[in-house]
């Protein structure tokens, strides 16, 4: 039972475009999404963050943003750089934090 | 620093062996997680747990033991390896509240 769904597995953008990346969620008690970005032979690494009681995060080049009614989120990558091809997961998590649900994973690829 | 640590980075076992993959933290920590990913699937979460003394099952539970007698170690012991547990194994932590998991390098396991 996928909780969590990331619907691409890979995209592909121009340097300098804005990259889109997509998750949906069927659980309408998840209330904290996050984003991981991995790099092959490494563990994921933290991104990015948002709560069910806002609609849009940012930090830098990255934003989320969250449309509860229709149990998606998305991550804006703008400008993307070659330095961003990785593969980015979606998570989502209860108000208690311990059991966090991960997408598949969508992968990246920043062309020169 | 060294964040969290996972051993071995690689294993390979045969059907019915046993053994421990190994965490540690240095970051002290409360929450720590093991997850495994398998292609096409994300992450899916094995055990956790909130404290020393205290660990619950996750997604996929079964055939794995955990136990946490301090706070900066959390070994996952598979009982008697089978094919199916072939997968790359991560080790996470985190404080408690929101916030998004550190995670190890991982551990790659194959079981013949």
């Known amino acids: 039972d996928q909780q969590v769904k990331q619907n691409s597995p890979s995209l592909s953008v121009q340097e300098g475009r804005i990259s889109i990346l997509n998750c949906d969620y069927t659980?309408?008690?998840?209330?904290?999404f996050l984003w991981y970005k991995k790099y092959p032979a490494e563990g994921p690494t933290f991104l990015i963050s948002i709560s069910s009681i806002k609609d849009k995060n940012e930090d830098g080049r990255f934003t989320v943003f969250l449309n509860k009614s229709a149990k998606h989120l998305s991550l804006h990558i703008v400008p993307s750089q070659p330095g961003d091809s990785a593969v980015y997961f979606c998570?989502?998590?209860?108000?208690?934090?311990?059991?966090?649900?991960f997408g598949a994973g969508t992968r990246l690829t920043v062309k020169p | 620093n060294a964040g969290v640590t996972q051993t071995p980075k690689f294993q390979v076992l045969k059907t019915g062996q046993s053994m421990t993959l190994q965490c540690a933290q240095d970051?002290?920590?409360?929450?720590m997680s093991w997850y495994r990913q398998d292609p096409g699937m994300g992450l899916r979460l094995i055990h956790y747990s909130v404290g020393a003394g205290i660990t619950d099952q996750g997604e996929v539970p079964n055939g794995y033991n955990v136990s946490r007698s301090t706070t900066e170690d959390f070994p996952l012991r598979l009982l008697s390896a089978a094919p199916s547990q072939t997968s790359v194994y991560f080790c996470?932590?985190?404080?408690?509240?929101?916030?998004?998991?550190?995670f190890g390098s991982g551990t790659r396991l194959t079981v013949v």
């Open positions: 998570a989502a998590t209860t108000y208690n934090n311990n059991d966090m649900r």
């Open positions: 659980n309408s008690m998840f209330d904290y």
């Open positions: 970051m002290n920590h409360e929450y």
């Open positions: 996470a932590s985190r404080f408690g509240g929101r916030g998004g998991y550190t």
